[in-house]
């Protein structure tokens, strides 16, 4: 089974950067979509980000601009690099394989969390 293990989040004021590491196990990441989700508390987990194994890369309208997806196939990680973050970007941010069912996943990572002080 993949495991997925998220690291990088923090505490940064408004207007700060951060960067995202998703280290996956298993040989076939290269060929498999990912994406990069967060659930802030209260609301549903969403999808924030996606790359195909190709490197196309797809984003939400609130993050277009100001987050960048990318993978290293070679070392099996997908990275997020948020910059200009607001408070509304607070939650714990996870990865996973780039599905329209994720809501039904059964396996999560530990996920990292991103707080964002205003």
């Known amino acids: 089974q993949v495991r997925l293990v998220e690291s990088g989040g923090g505490l940064v004021q408004a207007g700060g950067s951060l960067t995202l590491s998703c280290a996956a196990s298993?040989?076939?990441?290269?060929?498999?979509?990912m994406g990069w989700f967060r659930q802030a508390p209260g609301k549903q987990r969403e999808m924030v980000a996606t790359?195909?194994?190709?490197?196309?890369?797809n984003y939400i309208d609130s993050v277009k601009g100001r987050f960048t997806i990318s993978r290293d196939n070679a070392k099996n990680t997908v990275y997020l690099q948020m910059n200009s973050l607001k408070p509304e970007d607070t939650a714990v941010y996870y990865c996973?394989?780039?599905?329209?069912?994720?809501?039904?996943?059964?396996?999560w990572g530990q996920g990292t969390q991103v707080t964002v002080s205003s």
């Open positions: 996973n394989e780039d599905r329209w069912d994720y809501r039904q996943f059964d396996y």
């Open positions: 298993g040989s076939s990441f290269r060929l498999i979509a």
């Open positions: 790359i195909t194994p190709g490197g196309t890369t």
